[in-house]
């Protein structure tokens, strides 16, 4: 079997050339023989020459049209990513503010679960009817309940108990009634103290715990010592003294002592129940159920202190519950605190989002070949990353040598990380190689060899 070959344009030159000195030789003959015999001569070892080129050229060819070729070259970046700004917390413009979160360290850092953020000052405020809070849980240390439903013992109200009624309604202070020798759970006398914030309650609940006024008052600061709520000062149950003082810092402590008890977390989440004798009882902190809000207490002593000690329970991302134990005191209305609030834990919410950080398609690249082929580098679909405010972005790039350099073929991977968050993606070839033309091949030696 036999292959026609396309000779290359410089043979085509040579024969016109042998063509011309034969011609050229023609007429010399007719003038010179000594000429004519150069001529011959001269034609001679140009045919030689052909030959040689002819039996050398089919072998090139061959190698030509099949040397192995040098891959591409790839040049790729990691993909610039765009940080959002910077989270900011709504903390209150007016009184003093602290809040603390748990689950989301890998977010916001380990210091977050302290105290994470703060406003308006350390210094002592009156506390107002977050005292109860107080008294609960130094009613419960001495007389505890065994579960979020055990009743606990009976309270018998005498007649002194009864006279604690008038006593603060004189003081206009939140009341429930207690006529002489009703009897109620534990567990109901310290909903009736919390949801609407019963003074007579309180003081009536801390006498049967420990018998007087001073035995609480003293019960109470070994407690306070022993929680570690040094800058707490309590003088009596219920909060009407605004010699009742403690800082934001000790009152986030608090709302997670409150909060860690079962009984105490489950009274302080109810919104509303019902009981003999008292009746219909509200709570007083109507952000219950809103917002995430899951407690905890109110109180307020009039124009400038206005106070909410509260928790919030939320999912950020899909998966990511958190915690949040906060404190507003001396707002200037009971409306102006729960505004405050709402807007904190809105922008607590606002500040976890997910950050795109690559589009499908987007060119992060190039190949380019010897014979003029390209093709592009793109990250192979959309990527985002769930963060928390402007937490720093950080872009890994791998490439690897694919099989080939068709259209779609993967050549690496690209993964960003946020935290303890992370997202990886395909990286591609668009467009694809084109192989060299056989002219390209036959032209260029230089370029082939593997």
């Known amino acids: 079997m036999t292959t026609d070959l396309q000779q290359p344009d410089e043979f085509a030159d040579l024969m016109d050339l042998m063509r011309n000195e034969r011609e050229y030789s023609d007429r010399r003959e007719a003038r010179d023989p000594s000429d004519h015999r150069r001529g011959l001569r001269a034609l001679l070892i140009a045919a030689i020459i052909l030959v040689l080129i002819l039996a050398a050229g089919g072998g090139y060819v061959a190698w030509a049209l099949n040397a192995p070729l040098h891959a591409p070259t790839g040049t790729a970046q990691e993909p610039d990513v765009a940080l959002p700004a910077a989270a900011t917390l709504a903390l209150p413009a007016e009184g003093a ?13 380990a210091t977050a679960s302290g105290i994470w953020a703060k406003s308006g000052g350390d210094a002592p405020r009156p506390i107002a009817s977050i005292s109860k809070l107080i008294t609960a849980l130094v009613v419960l240390h001495a007389k505890p309940l065994k579960s979020a439903s055990d009743p606990g ?6 007649k002194a108990d009864h006279a604690l009624y008038d006593k603060y309604y004189v003081m206009g202070a939140a009341i429930a009634a207690m006529p002489t020798g009703s009897t109620m759970s534990e567990r109901d006398a310290l909903a009736t103290m919390l949801l609407p914030s019963a003074a007579n309650y309180a003081e009536a609940v801390a006498n049967w715990a420990f018998g007087s006024q001073g035995g609480y008052i003293s019960a109470t600061k070994k407690w306070l010592a022993a929680n570690g709520l040094g800058s707490t000062t309590i003088v009596e149950p219920t909060g009407m003294s605004a010699r009742n003082t403690s800082t ?3 009152l986030i402590t608090l709302g997670k002592l409150a909060a860690a008890d079962p009984a105490l977390a489950a009274i302080t989440s109810t919104k509303s129940i019902s009981l003999p004798g008292p009746g219909t009882l509200t709570n007083t902190n109507d952000l219950l159920g809103t917002d995430g809000i899951t407690g905890l207490k109110t109180g307020n002593l009039g124009d400038g202190t206005y106070n909410l000690l509260y928790t919030a329970s939320f999912v950020v991302g899909d998966t990511h519950p958190v ?45 380019s070949t010897a014979w003029g082929s390209t093709a592009g580098i793109v990250v192979a679909k959309d990527a985002s990353v769930f963060t928390w405010s402007n937490t720093p972005i950080t872009t890994t790039l791998k490439m690897k040598t694919p099989s080939s350099y068709e259209n779609g073929a993967v050549v690496g991977s690209v993964t960003f990380t946020a935290g303890a968050n992370t ?11 084109h192989p060299p033309t056989a002219w390209w091949r036959l032209t260029h030696p230089q370029e082939l060899g593997g």
């Open 248 to 250: 934001t810092a000790d």
């Open 153 to 158: 013992p009976r309270i018998t109200f005498n």
């Open 323 to 367: 915690t949040v134990t906060g404190v507003v005191l001396g707002g200037a209305t009971h409306q102006s605190v729960d505004q405050d609030v709402t807007q904190l834990l809105a922008s607590i919410r606002q500040g976890f989002h997910n950050v795109e950080v690559a589009s499908s398609g987007q060119h992060i690249g190039t190949y």
């Open 97 to 109: 503010s602290a809040i603390s979160m748990t689950g989301a360290d890998e977010y916001v850092g």
């Open 423 to 433: 997202t990886t993606v395909p990286v591609t070839v668009v467009g694809g190689i």
